[in-house]
Each structure stands twice: as structure tokens, then as C-alpha cells.
């Protein structure tokens, strides 16, 4: 079963717009959730993480969203530069509630376009 | 800014035999953990380090994988009889003792096993 849900494989954008990214996850234990952007042939590069205690952290372009009833979060990157192009995944871990293994369960990736 | 280092970085193998994969983490960081992606999946959990100790295993390492870091530093992981189904990238990750340090990956082992 598949714990983290990256439901759309792809998305594009235009240059300058909001790309936004979604992820579910289906175990409750969860409680601590980042998101990871992979050029091809390179390892996953961290971009910004969010705890369940808050719902919303900022870093930059990038904000994390998290809506816990919904067990829901989303990546929203503002304004969308070339860059920015590559396959993000979601993350998440029972960090602070010890339910789970110590390592992430990732979902299956998106990946973002951003169109000139 | 040295990050996590993999060797190799590819890897062609015949289905039988054993290969083996270097990580060398970051050098403060005390936590170590190995991942396996294959194509159009995300990274998936294979095993944990806390400096030498190995705490936690995936079901999905089955007895033919083995994974040592001896001196609490790099860490090796060993494929025994390799099959077709091994081909995968293997990617290391590290981190420092708190809590909510993220994990920072290497570039990965590309395995084909032929």
C-alpha cells in the first residue's frame, strides 16, 4: 500500500506563474513531512520541511501547506523560474511519534515543467 | 563543501554475481541510511545507521543484501547472487543527531544487472 500519493506524474507551468504540487498520505503516525526536488542522474536535493504542528512554513519562493484532516500537503512555488524544472518528491516520517522505521517514505514524484 | 560521496557511480554486474557499493556520508553527520529507486518510483527506506550500529532493516532487504559501516564512517552495501530485479539506483543518505535534520543524499549507484 502506498503511504504517500503523488497523484499527478507531471505538471506544467508557464515561467512566472505558481507552481503548485500536491501529496496524501494515508498513515496517521505521520508527523513530519519535507519535500525533495532530482535533476536527472543526481540524488534528491532538500528543499523545505514542515512539521505537524504548524500548517504552513515559507522559505524563499517555496511554501510548504499542510492540512492534517485532510492529510493533505501541497508545494507552492512563486513566481516559477526555468530552474525549477525537475521531479519533486514528498516525503514523510513519524519523526516525533517514533511509530515508524527511522527513514522516509517518499511518494512516486511529480514532474514539474515550467514552460518560457 | 564536501557532500555525501557514492562509488561508483555505475555498475554492470551479471545475474549471479556480488557487487558491492561505497558510501562516504558527510563527515559530522552520525546517521546513514541506504535507499533503492527504480524507474518512476520514489526512493524506497532499505536500512539505518546510528554511527556503527545498523537499527533498522526494510522488509525489502532480503538476505542477499548486507549493509556494514565498521568504524561508525562509510558504509558498505553488499549484493549477493545478483538478479535482474536488483537493478535499481542505490542512494545514500546522511544526517546529523537532531531530530529534524533533513536527509542529504549522494548522487547514487546505477546497478543494471544483465
Known amino acids: 500500500d502506498q503511504q504517500v500519493k503523488q497523484n499527478s506524474p507531471s505538471l506544467s507551468v508557464q515561467e512566472g506563474r505558481i507552481s503548485i504540487l500536491n501529496c496524501d498520505y494515508t498513515?496517521?503516525?505521520?508527523?513530519?513531512f519535507l519535500w525533495y526536488k532530482k535533476y536527472p542522474a543526481e540524488g534528491p536535493t532538500f528543499l523545505i520541511s514542515?512539521?505537524?504542528?504548524?500548517d504552513k512554513n515559507e522559505d524563499g519562493r517555496f511554501t510548504v501547506f499542510l492540512n492534517k484532516s485532510a492529510k493533505h500537503l501541497s508545494l507552492h512555488i512563486v513566481p516559477s523560474q526555468p530552474g525549477d524544472s525537475a521531479v519533486y518528491f514528498c516525503?514523510?516520517?513519524?519523526?516525533?511519534?517514533?511509530?515508524?522505521?527511522?527513514?522516509?517514505?517518499f511518494g512516486k514524484g511529480t514532474h514539474l515543467i515550467i514552460q518560457p | 563543501d564536501t557532500g555525501v560521496s557514492q562509488d561508483p557511480r555505475h555498475k554492470i554486474t551479471k545475474r549471479g554475481q556480488n557487487v558491492t557499493f561505497r558510501c562516504d556520508p558527510i563527515?559530522?553527520?552520525?546517521?546513514l541510511y541506504w535507499y533503492r529507486q527504480t524507474l518512476g518510483q520514489g526512493p524506497e527506506f532499505l536500512t539505518y545507521?546510528?554511527?556503527?550500529?545498523?537499527?533498522?532493516k526494510s522488509r525489502l532487504l532480503s538476505d542477499r543484501f548486507s549493509a556494514e559501516r565498521p568504524k561508525g564512517s562509510f558504509s558498505t552495501l553488499e549484493i549477493q547472487r545478483t538478479e535482474q530485479g536488483d537493478s535499481a539506483m542505490y542512494l545514500c543518505?546522511?544526517?546529523?543527531?537532531?531530530?529534524?535534520?533533513?536527509?542529504?543524499f549522494g548522487n547514487g549507484t546505477r546497478l543494471t544487472v544483465t
Open positions: 543518505a546522511s544526517s546529523p543527531w537532531t531530530i529534524d535534520s533533513p536527509l542529504h
Open positions: 545507521f546510528q554511527n556503527e550500529a545498523q537499527l533498522e
Open positions: 498513515n496517521s503516525m505521520f508527523d513530519y
Open positions: 516525503a514523510a516520517s513519524a519523526m516525533y511519534s517514533g511509530g515508524g522505521a527511522d527513514g522516509l517514505t
Open positions: 514542515i512539521s505537524s504542528i504548524k
Open positions: 563527515s559530522e553527520h552520525n546517521r
